[in-house]
């Protein structure tokens, strides 16, 4: 489906990502559909009685989920607005309804700050990020929609024909019009070997359709180099793949991730190879 997938909580931290969507979808003519979850949490009381209560809790979501929807097409009447309202646990509920409705890309806001989350949405976006098969775009705090010129996908030249979700890459150059620049970061060539000059052919090969430039940073850290890179070359969406099992790897540990995603001002792409 030609959509993009918000999941919110009402919060100011999703609302900012619905922003960045619906700015999105203005430019690039793609419809909006919000996903708000119910959470189940464990019956305290008897059954009877908590079956009531989520039903109001759904019926009152349903309500403010409608009014919401009216509101935004005040503001962006050329958009198209869908929304769901389900009960149960939000990521698994999530990867469901993802499944279903096949979405461009779910759009998820984070804080910007590593204290003081206490938001579903906020919060879920690191879990998201590790655990969701769709394409997640993650927006940070503050973080506003403008025109995807170039993209950078970080890259460690391993084993790029089997691990590069080079599908996905392309869709996305596509729908943007965007520049992909492949950023490789070492140091002292700790991570080169003999096969390396062949998988960067492998991975030329790969974009050969695709308008794209290779970069390559020595620097020991891989945070620093991904933001400076990022800074000094106006890069307005990064591409990670965070259930890679590399060098990289080091970047999706829990804390890293969250150090990752905090740092980060602009958008950080999520995607899984299939």
Not at 77 to 82: A, C, G, M, S, Y
Not at 95 to 105: G, M, N, R, S, W
Not at 193 to 219: C, G, Q, R, Y
Request: some cysteine; glycine content about 2%.
């Amino acid at each position: 489906m030609n959509t993009l997938l918000i999941p919110t909580d009402f919060s100011p931290v999703a609302d900012n990502a619905l922003k960045y969507a619906m700015d999105m979808a203005t430019q690039y003519q793609l419809d909006i559909t919000l996903f708000h979850v119910v959470q189940l949490s464990t019956p305290s009381v008897a059954n009877v009685v908590y079956i009531d209560a989520m039903s109001d809790l759904s019926k009152h979501a349903e309500e403010k989920m409608a009014e919401k929807v009216v509101a935004l097409k005040s503001q962006y009447p050329d958009l198209n607005f869908h929304f769901k309202v389900e009960t149960g646990l939000l990521l698994d509920s999530l990867q469901t309804y993802c499944d279903e409705l096949k979405p461009i890309a779910v759009i998820m806001g984070i804080t910007g700050d590593g204290v003081g989350i206490d938001k579903i949405i906020g919060s879920n976006a690191i879990l998201a990020m590790n655990t969701l098969t769709t394409p997640l775009i993650v927006v940070p705090k503050n973080g506003y929609f403008k025109s995807v010129n170039r993209m950078c996908f970080a890259c460690d030249l391993k084993n790029v024909a089997t691990s590069t979700p080079l599908l996905a890459i392309k869709a996305y150059a596509k729908l943007f019009n965007s520049e992909v620049h492949i950023l490789n970061i070492d140091y002292k060539n700790r991570h080169f070997s003999p096969d390396t000059p062949a998988e960067i052919d492998v991975l030329n090969l790969m974009f050969e359709n695709i308008e794209h430039k290779f970069h390559f940073i020595e620097n020991e850290n891989m945070q620093d180099a991904i933001n400076d890179f990022i800074d000094h070359n106006d890069m307005d969406m990064l591409i990670m793949l965070p259930k890679k099992h590399s060098f990289f790897a080091s970047l999706f540990h829990k804390s890293q991730t969250k150090e990752m995603l905090y740092q980060s001002h602009i958008p950080i792409l999520a995607l899984h190879h299939s």
